[in-house]
């Protein structure tokens, strides 16, 4: 039962455009949601976060945007650089017992072209 | 950012021996350990939390006798991975995280485990 699900395998983007990658959750315990970057051979790095209490936080070039009544969001690169290429990994944590505990999606291999 | 270790970063061995992996905060004090396996093209699958001087709480479906875990102090938890089997092979990553919330987890850069 996959809870936390990027449905794109991969993406690809000119450098300067904007990159857009895209989570679907399906438990609704679910109230804090983070993206990491991964490069090959090393471990996730946390980007950025939002809590469920608010539908966008933005940090520089990278925006996340939560919709919380379709279970669904979205990362935003703008404006997409080459090395923002990554694999991209959205994750999920509850509260409560569970907390700390992330549910990663599969992934979305991001390929920004010069 | 902080840093977490992992070692080794990939380790082949025999079926039936047993493997032990070692992560550790180097900057930092985790007052919880996470372990993850990761099979190709899939997501990191939670195996099990740790917490400093207390036994680790494993995920449904993970077999705590298999899969060993030690959280001797506030900066290293192994795993240990007893008598493999090939179907064992996959990524294991560790993460720590120290006195925040979740994004206050950082991750080590994994293990490759092969078993022949």
């Known amino acids: 039962d996959q809870q936390v699900k990027q449905n794109s395998p991969s993406l690809s983007v000119q450098e300067g455009r904007i990159s857009i990658l895209n989570c679907d959750y399906t438990?609704?315990?679910?109230?804090?949601f983070l993206w990491y970057k991964k490069y090959p051979a090393e471990g996730p790095t946390f980007l950025i976060s939002i809590s469920s209490i608010k539908d966008k936080n933005e940090d520089g070039r990278f925006t996340v945007f939560l919709n919380k009544s379709a279970k669904h969001l979205s990362l935003h690169i703008v404006p997409s650089q080459p090395g923002d290429s990554a694999v991209y990994f959205c994750a999920a944590s509850a509260g409560g017992t569970s907390y700390g505990k992330l549910t990663f999606g599969q992934g979305t291999i991001l390929t920004v072209h010069p | 950012g902080a840093v977490v270790s992992q070692h080794p970063s990939r380790v082949i061995c025999k079926s039936g021996t047993s493997v032990k992996i070692e992560c550790r905060s180097l900057?930092?004090?985790?007052?919880?350990m996470f372990w993850y396996r990761q099979f190709p093209k899939q997501s990191l699958m939670l195996m099990a939390t740790s917490n400093e001087g207390s036994k680790a709480t494993y995920e449904q479906g993970v077999e705590k006798d298999k899969f060993l875990i030690n959280h001797a102090s506030l900066t290293l938890s192994t795993l240990t991975v007893t008598s493999a089997h090939p179907e064992d092979s996959s990524f294991y990553i560790c993460s720590a995280r120290g006195f925040g919330g979740a994004e206050t987890q950082y991750f080590g850069p994994g293990t490759r485990l092969l078993v022949l």
């Open positions: 438990n609704s315990m679910f109230d804090y």
């Open positions: 900057d930092f004090q985790a007052t919880t």
